[in-house]
Structures are given as C-alpha cells and as structure tokens.
C-alpha cells in the first residue's frame, strides 16, 4: 500500500493573543473529506491554547499536543499526560521537537533520546499517533551524510527500534526529519539533500529494522517548507509530507497540504 502523505502545522507557542486563534484555525478550512482522504494532516497549537480550538476544526483534523510527559497522570507540575489527551478525544502528539532538544539557546535540559522513546512508547500505547521528531546541527550538516547520519540521526533512530519492531500499523509512528539548520531560517533543504537524507533514514530502517517497517512508516520533512519550495519537495520518493512551522500561521498552509496531497 502506498504511504498516505501527512502534513502538520506546528504553531509553537503563537499567537499572543488568544483573539487570533479563529483566524489561525481558519487557514486550515479548506482541508475538505476529498483532501484528508487523500492526506493526514494535524496541527499543533501551543499548550495553552490546544483546549480552546481543539474542537473548532474540520473533522478529520487531528489537533496534537507539542509534547507530553513520560507516565500519566498525577504529581507532574507542568506536564501533560497521554490520558489526558485520550479523555479529550485527541489522535496524534508530536515529541522530540528540535527546540525541546536543547535548541532553545537557554541553558534549559536537553530531553535525551532515551527519554523521547519512553515518551513514544506511552503515545502508543495508548493508542495514538507518534510524531517523532529528529534532525541535525549545521555543523553536521557540512561534514557530510555519512557524518550527520552517524553523529545526529541513527542516535535518535536507534532507540526507537524495539518500538517499530512491535509496531503492527506502521503508519502509526511518524518521523519528521527536520535539519536545524533549516529551521526558521527561511533556508530549505534542497530537495536533493532532503531526499537523499531520507533515503538514508529509510535505508537505515530497512537494515536495523525490517523492510516492511521502512516501506510503511512515513517520513516528513520540516524545515522553512513553504508554498512555494512543497511541490519539488512533494515530488522526492522519500518525502511523505511536511511538519510546517512559520507558514502554517498563514493560509498558505492548504497550498503546502494541496502540493502533496
Ligand atoms: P519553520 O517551518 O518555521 O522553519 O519551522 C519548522 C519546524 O520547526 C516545524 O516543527
């Protein structure tokens, strides 16, 4: 079976102001039954702000937490627990994000790839959607794939092998391989390095994983993706959607869910 594309709006902390969460939401309006037929889109409005508009999008829209923490609920101040989010009707939850990874520029602790597994083997369990997110620093960046694959992306991989290994609908974990480098920049991936990264990721699975499990499981790129760099991308074999940040705040986000659904 072919991969179902998915696309994601990854809103970080915006807007300031509450009062522009209708608009926000209405970017997302021509996502249509034709459309999240063809694609799987979700999106991700700040911790603060989820509960206001998690019922105010199409159907089919899966609104998704930015994080979430490692158990359930309880003595957790600050947290979010999966069973919250199980009791809120809610399918997907995005973890590992880069800026959660210790790019936040503050001396704030890294979450560890140990810690990101725990936490995606809870969203599985309790039967959600896993946006596993994942990607390299410029510096890797410049010393080549071999490097960057080696030094960033099978470290993070690799601690999620038990968990694709027992996973029976692949689709079920999605990887969104987002370069730093290319996040918030406006820089891109060229679609030759996005698609030769992926094709490294997949080749990766294939060989530590199965290759059932690196046929079926999605591969997203996020990094500066736009209206106008989604449909080259959309055309690379290994690219199964987009995790968008900046422009999924604008309506040009249907442009990017339409390049590829
Ligand atoms: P930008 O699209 O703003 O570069 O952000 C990408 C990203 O981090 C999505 O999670």
Redesign the pocket.
Known sequence: MPRKPIVGG?W?CNPVEHAKLPDLVKNFSGCDEAILAKCDVYVCPSNLHLAMVHDKFNAGIMVTPQNCNFKGCGAYTGEMAVDQMVDLGLKCCLIG???RRGEFGLPTPKESDELLATKAAYILEKGLLCVY?IGEPLPLREKGLDALMAEAIIPQLAVLVPLLKGLEDKSRLVI?Y?PVW????GVTASPEQAQETHKAIRDWIAANVDQKTADEVRIQY?????AKNAPELSACPDIDGF??????LKPEIMDVIKAIA
């Open positions: 990854n970080k994000h880069s800026e997110c969104a987002e290319a996040i918030g920049t996020g990094g500066s993706a736009n995790l968008v940040g900046g422009a999924s």
